[in-house]
């Protein structure tokens, strides 16, 4: 009997570990395919990217594939270069536009959309319009819009005894002008964001504040506005990404013009490698708008960790 008994007992780690065989065989199966689009199309061009902002890479290059190893001199002209300061503080100064008035407009939507009254959920739908128009669509809505002879904004002010702005062709005007239009764009994406977390804070909270006498602002802000900081630190972060990066809408509504002040780091990597014919350049502020990026991003994952923490 005992003898009998051996096989049956040696034949159980070997299924385990025909399971376990099995099972990661399954998990590469499922992996694979993720691992191999992520290195042909983001792997790759990075580090094509990458090794090009360390060469003269010019049109000749194209076709006699000789692209001299300049090391970090494209970087010292692209920092040392007039442009560089202006386009960066446009940068920021686009982002920190964007975003402030995105989430605030959108916060005040949200809590305004919380409460229950006929038609909300119809111009909640409207609302999400301009997220779902395709960005050139939008940006040469605005581009008329903004136009100073036919355009529906100056036609408004004329209406009003004001005078007609020059939107696009003033250097003081353009800028807000992009801005302006990106606000718009990305208010519908902190609305839905924000009314979401909104939702999921409990009603009794708001009854027991309200049995207390705390008023609107004071319900808002001891109840509403400690309980949405995880979700808001996540739509900041997440729109911070986007923004910083924008170039869709800058170049359709004024092309980076009128002379530069509306160039961003973005437009003007496109202007250095496909106008003016300076790859390697334009890979370099490329790879700065990359690295910034990058750290944004991180701060983003570290900040949906934290906010599991806390939800755990």
Do not use: C
């Not at 025909?18 to 691992?35: C, G, M, T, V, Y």
């Not at 560089?84 to 982002?95: D, H, I, M, P, R």
């Not at 581009?143 to 004001?162: I, K, P, T, Y």
Request: proline share 5%.
């Amino acid at each position: 009997m005992t003898l009998a008994a051996a096989p049956t007992v040696s034949a159980a780690p070997r299924a385990n570990r025909k399971s376990r065989r099995d099972n990661r065989f399954a998990a590469w199966a499922f992996l694979l395919p993720a691992l191999a689009y992520i290195i042909v199309f983001f792997g790759y061009p990075l580090v094509a990217n990458l090794v090009m902002s360390t060469q003269n890479y010019t049109v000749k290059s194209f076709y006699t594939g000789e692209a001299p190893f300049v090391g970090i001199a494209n970087y010292s002209a692209v920092l040392n270069n007039p442009l560089f300061s202006t386009a960066a503080l446009n940068t920021v100064l686009f982002t920190a536009g964007s975003i402030v008035f995105q989430f605030g407009i959108g916060l005040a939507l949200a809590v305004f959309f919380n409460g229950r009254f006929l038609g909300s959920a119809l111009l909640r739908s409207l609302l999400l319009l301009p997220w779902l128009l395709p960005l050139v669509v939008s940006g040469a809505v605005w581009r008329w819009m903004f136009d100073q002879d036919h355009g529906v904004l100056n036609a408004f002010l004329r209406a009003v005894g004001l005078d007609a702005v020059p939107w696009l062709s003033s250097t003081s005007w353009a800028l807000p002008a992009v801005i302006l239009t990106n606000i718009w764009i990305g208010i519908p994406f902190n609305l839905v964001i924000l009314h979401g977390g909104l939702r999921a804070i409990p009603a009794s909270l708001y009854e027991a504040a309200a049995l207390d006498g705390a008023g609107a602002w004071q319900r808002f802000r001891h109840v509403t506005w400690p309980l949405l900081r995880p979700v808001t630190g996540i739509v900041l972060m997440l729109g911070l990404v986007y923004t910083i990066k924008v170039f869709d809408v800058i170049m359709v509504v004024t092309g980076g013009g009128p002379a530069g002040s509306t160039q961003t780091l973005t437009t003007w990597s496109y202007r250095l490698s496909f106008q003016d014919f300076a790859f390697g350049q334009g890979a370099a502020v490329g790879n700065v708008l990359i690295v910034v990026a990058t750290v944004f991003g991180l701060l983003y994952l570290r900040s949906a960790k934290a906010t599991l923490a806390e939800a755990a």
